[in-house]
């Protein structure tokens, strides 16, 4: 199975911060990665897909980047309703794996 | 809109069987280039994909699950369902059925509520 760790396993922030978030691959994926918004009791939603292409309807201020083992997510100023847990996903194979999850908190 | 919905018990018996169903509406679970899926998430952890299934019946297992897992489509009812047997306290988790996208972008697209499954006695 493809093994995706997350890094950080959660960070604080303010409102306004710039936030990056690594996902890293145990093998080479290409541009397989998708990244996943999960609010409190809620479903995960998409916001990236192809490692770097912004889901319909997703702001602007998200973006993805990255190829091969090492992938980030990137939040340029962060707002109010960004706090939430973010999730990487491959889908170069099966099994389907995921990130561990990392979670946004209010500094 | 498509929206799934995932209806089942919300308390299994240790050894027993985890029975769910998935019903699909705003959309054919019979269009073809999506897979239904299973996902569960124990308390605080990450999300683990369980298996998915096409209305064909084409069907893929995690296999660290796959001894314990069967899945099943019904068109006419467009439903899906998930049953794991021999339950244990490591399986209480909520479990989202979603739809896997595996021709456009290969991302599950659209998920249910979730639905938390405690195994206890």
């Known amino acids: 199975d493809i093994q995706m760790t997350q890094s950080p396993s959660s960070l604080s922030a303010s409102v306004g911060d710039r936030v990056t978030i690594t996902c890293r691959a145990s093998?080479?994926?290409?541009?397989?990665l998708n990244w996943y918004q999960q609010k409190p009791g809620k479903a995960p939603q998409v916001l990236i897909y192809?490692?770097?292409s912004l889901q319909s309807g997703v702001p602007s201020r998200f973006s993805g980047s990255g190829s091969g083992t090492d992938f980030t997510l990137t939040i340029t100023s962060l707002q109010p309703e960004d706090f939430a847990t973010y999730h990487c996903?491959?889908?170069?194979?099966?099994?389907?794996?995921f990130g561990q999850g990392t979670k946004v908190e209010v500094k | 809109q498509v929206q799934l919905q995932e209806s089942g018990p919300g308390l299994v018996k240790p050894s027993q069987t985890l029975s769910l169903t998935c019903t699909v509406s705003?959309?054919?679970?019979?269009?073809?280039?999506?897979?239904w899926s299973w996902i569960r998430q124990q308390s605080g952890k990450g999300l683990e994909w369980i298996a998915y299934?096409?209305?064909?019946?084409?069907?893929y297992y995690n296999l660290s699950l796959k001894s314990r897992v069967i899945m099943s489509v019904d068109t006419s009812k467009n439903q899906f369902s998930l049953k794991l047997s021999s339950v244990t306290a490591a399986d209480t988790a909520v479990y989202y059925c979603?739809?896997?996208?595996?021709?456009?972008?290969?991302?599950?697209?659209?998920w249910g509520q979730g639905a938390l499954v405690t195994v206890s006695s």
């Open positions: 979603a739809r896997y996208d595996s021709v456009a972008y290969r991302t599950f697209d659209y």
């Open positions: 093998q080479n994926i290409g541009v397989y």
């Open positions: 705003g959309g054919s679970i019979s269009s073809s280039g999506y897979y």
């Open positions: 192809g490692a770097s």
């Open positions: 996903q491959q889908t170069y194979t099966t099994p389907r794996t």
């Open positions: 299934i096409h209305y064909n019946g084409d069907t």
